[in-house]
């Protein structure tokens, strides 16, 4: 890929972070996204001094007078995917949110998306599980070692290199090969129906959905293919519902 194409594909990203508090971290953020060439920067509930922060940004010191204080609700809204990112894995199957992809895998969906956030936490105590179910996908660095947590801004500028490589790769950044955000919760939408027109528990329903929703994303299928698997499911869990309203009350005979 020559360079304008890996700059196009790298200006579909952004990188949002919750709750910074050190003015260094915050700094060196800036400046790295400026190396990679990342100009979006979004601060959801900031408690740092941007002055000091600016100093540590260097020459990217105009991306942190660029970046945009909003909720995670708008950066949600605003992306067709977010990337989160976590020190701390799933220790239990049911734990969905925190089921991490590769970064390199990471990196290749959120430059594959027409619109994409990398979501870093807090300088000491990263996301919390609300955070990430509201993200799309989850990747954490692994280090081999115990100590598993890395600085923010390291963290930062591992994941802009991995896209950045990723960017170059020939067939790395095609918006155009994954289904959209509106098919994907679609999707989730009508495998929370079937699961709970079949009884499921509603912890599990939840759980359910939040599965389909990253199946579709981690596919390799289009968002045409997908929408006819919704037209299926819309008419299972129609037919399902019928069903259940068609059958009679326990402990109820039927008229004769």
């Known amino acids: 890929m020559d360079r304008p194409r ?14 910074p508090e050190y003015p260094v971290n915050l700094g060196y953020t800036a400046r790295l996204m400026k190396n990679f060439g990342v100009r979006r920067l979004y601060l959801v509930d900031p408690k740092v001094d941007m002055r000091v922060a600016s100093v540590y940004a260097s020459h990217g010191s105009d991306v942190l007078e660029d970046a945009e204080t909003v909720t995670l609700a708008t950066v949600r809204k605003r992306h067709d995917l977010l990337l989160a990112t976590t020190a701390i894995r799933g220790r239990r199957g049911a734990n969905v949110a925190r089921t991490a992809v590769k970064p390199e895998e990471g ?3 959120a430059l594959s998306a027409q619109s ?68 994907r919760e679609a999707f989730s939408k009508y495998a929370r129906g079937l699961a709970f027109a079949t009884g499921m528990q509603s912890h599990r329903v939840d759980r359910v959905a939040k599965v389909a929703e990253r199946v579709a994303l981690k596919s390799e299928v289009n968002s045409k293919e997908l929408g006819l698997l919704v037209s299926l499911m819309r008419k299972a869990e129609l037919v399902l519902s019928n069903d259940r309203r068609a059958r009679p009350s326990r402990g109820r005979r039927l008229s004769s």
């Open 107 to 109: 990196v290749r969906r």
């Open 6 to 19: 890996m700059s196009q594909a790298l200006g579909r990203l952004s990188v949002t972070v919750i709750g």
């Open 116 to 183: 994409a956030s990398i979501v870093f936490g807090r300088d000491t105590t990263g996301l919390t599980n609300e955070e990430i179910l509201v993200c799309d996908l989850v990747t954490t660095l692994e280090t081999g070692t115990e100590y598993k947590t890395l600085n923010v801004s390291h963290a930062v500028a591992i994941l802009l290199y991995l896209a950045s490589r990723v960017g170059r790769q020939r067939g790395g950044a095609d918006p155009s090969r994954g289904a959209s955000k509106e098919r």
